[in-house]
């Protein structure tokens, strides 16, 4: 995930915006799905100027980013 997210800094504009949903592996009762313990989901805020986040599911299982630059 931290490569994906260095790349995408460097192909989005300086303002551009990054939308992203993944399970919360640490709230999913179903071992079926795969994503990013809690404390990783927290640590994508880093480096952006706004951070949006968004719980789908009821329990915060499944949640939605929205990441905006200009980087820091």
């Known amino acids: 995930m931290p490569r994906f997210i260095a790349d995408a800094r460097r192909w989005l504009r300086k303002d551009g915006a990054l ?35 968004y719980d789908l599911g009821p329990h915060g299982e499944i949640t939605a980013m929205v990441l905006r630059g200009p980087f820091t």
């Open 19 to 53: 939308h992203t949903t993944t399970a919360v592996t640490d709230k999913v009762r179903d071992s079926r799905y795969t994503g990013l313990p809690e404390e990783e989901t927290r640590e994508l805020a880093r480096g952006w100027s706004q951070y949006d986040r």
